[in-house]
């Protein structure tokens, strides 16, 4: 069996690398596939889709483990060229030996407890008639 890479055919060379023979199973098999996985805080870089007038969507500029370079990135970087925010966050880091990735966690969690807003507002929802629900949207 031979395992297809994307650098296996000819693009490689039009992207400016040497093509890649083809990976065999075996070759695949002994390639160090250990993924290390680990819970950091981190601090999250954020600003507004729309820096003009901010009436856009989060998005998220940049994940740092170190406070101070997550505060330097952020000078400038929002709306009106103010600072952009700066949110501390627990990320789950994969690790492997040529690449680290962040994923949110926190969107991941199916049994999280409601917080309490969430339970106020589920209170106020059950006193409402079928009929209000209907008014409102809900």
Same mark, same amino acid.
């Given at each position: 069996?031979?395992?297809?890479?994307p650098?296996?055919?000819?693009?490689?060379?039009?992207?400016?690398?040497?093509?890649?023979?083809?990976?065999?199973?075996?070759?695949?098999?002994?390639?160090?596939?250990?993924?290390?996985?680990?819970?950091?805080?981190?601090?999250v870089?954020?600003?507004?889709?729309?820096?003009?007038?901010?009436?856009?969507?989060?998005?998220?500029?940049?994940i740092? $483990?170190?406070?101070?370079? &997550?505060?330097? =990135?952020? %000078?400038?970087?929002?709306?009106?060229?103010?600072?952009? /925010? @700066?949110?501390?966050?627990?990320?789950?880091?994969?690790?492997?030996?040529?690449w680290?990735?962040?994923v949110?966690?926190?969107?991941?969690?199916?049994?999280?407890?409601?917080?309490? $807003?969430?339970?106020i507002? &589920?209170?106020? =929802?059950? %006193?409402?008639?079928?009929?209000?629900?209907?008014?409102? /949207? @809900?």
């Amino acid at each position: 069996m031979v395992l297809s890479t994307p650098w296996s055919d000819g693009l490689a060379g039009v992207l400016g690398g040497m093509p890649r023979a083809p990976i065999t199973d075996l070759q695949f098999l002994k390639t160090k596939t250990l993924i290390e996985a680990q819970l950091v805080p981190v601090h999250v870089v954020h600003t507004n889709s729309d820096l003009n007038e901010g009436r856009g969507f989060r998005v998220d500029l940049a994940i740092c $483990e170190d406070e101070s370079v &997550a505060e330097g =990135l952020a %000078k400038g970087k929002g709306v009106f060229g103010s600072d952009a /925010g @700066v949110e501390d966050k627990v990320y789950l880091r994969l690790t492997h030996d040529d690449w680290r990735a962040y994923v949110d966690i926190q969107h991941m969690w199916k049994g999280a407890d409601p917080t309490e $807003e969430q339970r106020i507002r &589920a209170a106020a =929802l059950e %006193k409402l008639t079928p009929i209000e629900r209907k008014v409102l /949207g @809900v």
